[in-house]
T-cell receptor, first 115, second 113 residues
């Protein structure tokens, strides 16, 4: 069975500082991993996805994530936070069950960016 | 390419009523999934439809049901509404194939009073 744990329901950073959002997963098979972002009263938008082609994945808006199998982690980073990055971030894992690839989402991490 | 469209965006219903939410997926996508999002429970999977058949189901009571039409549009129905059903309901479409991401609509905000 697949599951996702996002450490920290809230992360607060100053504008220009490094952003690090943590995600650990559990999966019985090699997983597909995703990061989504959600702005208030909006749906989720894909930031990036891990496809097994490369362990370091680059996404939109300057975000990237590194897949570490030994640590079962897929942490999201951005070198320099902008005010516009303030949003809710969700990590998701999909391993495929009965032909269905429904992602399981973490509880989300709210990123707060201070000026 | 048009995105995922959910209607209506906002709804206010009274306890005991029923409600139907609609989702039009991206053209060519055959899989439509529904999620309930609340501050306390996060994103919870309701069900997935693929080519008009329910392929996967989450842990929700039978008051929550859905269907998918031949054009892949999907509807979700909630009967005998309870206060706890107040939530943002999100629809996601995908090709349903391996290693493809889900594309989300903006959601329907349901308030039960």
């Amino acid at each position: 069975a697949q599951s996702v744990t996002q450490l920290g329901s809230h992360v607060s950073v100053s504008e220009g500082a490094l952003v690090l959002l943590r995600c650990n997963y559990s999966s019985s098979v090699p997983p597909y991993l995703f990061w989504y972002v959600q702005y208030p009263n909006q749906g989720l938008q894909l930031l990036l996805k891990y496809t097994s082609a490369a362990t370091l994945v680059k996404g939109i808006n300057g975000f990237e994530a590194e897949f570490k199998k030994s640590e079962t982690s897929f942490h999201l980073t951005k070198p320099s936070a902008h005010m516009s990055d303030a949003a809710e971030y969700f990590c998701a894992v999909s391993e495929g069950t009965g032909g269905s690839y429904i992602p399981t989402f973490g509880r989300g991490t709210s990123l707060i960016v201070h000026p | 390419k048009a995105g995922v469209t959910q209607t209506p965006r906002y709804l206010i219903k009274t306890r005991g009523q029923q409600v139907t939410l609609s989702c039009s997926p991206i053209s060519g996508h055959r899989s439509v999934s529904w999620y309930q999002q609340t501050p306390g429970q996060g994103l919870q999977f309701l069900f997935e439809y693929f080519s008009e058949t329910q392929r996967n189901k989450g842990n929700f009571p039978g008051r929550f049901s859905g269907r998918q039409f031949s054009n892949s549009r999907s509807e979700m129905n909630v009967s005998t509404l309870e206060l706890g059903d107040s939530a943002l309901y999100l629809c996601a479409s995908s090709t349903g194939q391996e290693n493809t991401e889900a594309f989300f609509g903006q959601g329907t905000r349901l308030t039960v009073v």
